[in-house]
């Protein structure tokens, strides 16, 4: 008896579900034929369209001609190489460090050269040095922009040596 119990529930959750389901399909049968018909009955207009027209902007380059003056000496390099205006990419307490940054920039094809400040201790690599402002401005740029990824080569400076 207890298993005639238990049948007869059975059936009836199941032919319930069957009910909601066979009305979730009717419902779902009729949207979409109603989708069909007003897709069908719509005119379908050629769609014209217009290129845009951009502006070509003019870009400038400025170059940042800014500097600090500091008096200095070659360290490590050729001691003739050191003009008034040079690109400074590192700055060090350490010689040691200093000159380990110089190699690397050689390695990459820079005549770079470790110069000291005598008042300060300070070692600065140089990578490059000019006689002109301008030029030297123009040479840290360009080495900035061989190393994008290098945020401590972004900060290259000019260096004026009194």
């Known amino acids: 008896m207890l298993f005639g119990l238990a049948l007869g529930i059975a059936l009836s959750f199941s ?24 897709g069908q ?9 217009t290129p845009v027209a951009s502006a070509t902007a003019v870009v400038q380059n400025v170059v940042d001609e800014s ?9 490590v390099g050729e001691q003739g190489s050191l003009k008034a205006f040079s690109v400074v990419c590192g ?3 350490s010689k040691t460090n200093a000159e380990a ?15 000291q400040n005598p008042a300060t201790g300070m070692y600065r690599v140089v990578c490059a040095s000019y ?18 990824s290098d945020t401590d080569f972004q900060k290259a400076w000019l260096l004026y040596n009194r």
Do not use: M, W
């Not at 301008?134 to 360009?142: I, Y």
């Open 91 to 93: 700055s060090f307490k």
């Open 131 to 148: 006689d002109d402002k301008h030029k030297a401005a123009e040479a840290r740029a360009q080495f900035k922009a061989n190393y994008p």
């Open 41 to 49: 009955g719509q005119a379908t207009d050629a769609i014209e369209i």
């Open 67 to 75: 500097y600090r003056e500091e008096k200095v000496v070659v360290a």
């Open 15 to 38: 032919s319930c579900n069957t009910k909601k389901n066979s009305a979730y399909k009717a419902a779902y049968d009729q949207a979409k034929q109603q989708e069909l018909a007003q």
């Open 101 to 115: 940054l110089r190699v690397r920039l050689v390695a990459d094809g820079y005549s770079a050269i470790v110069v």
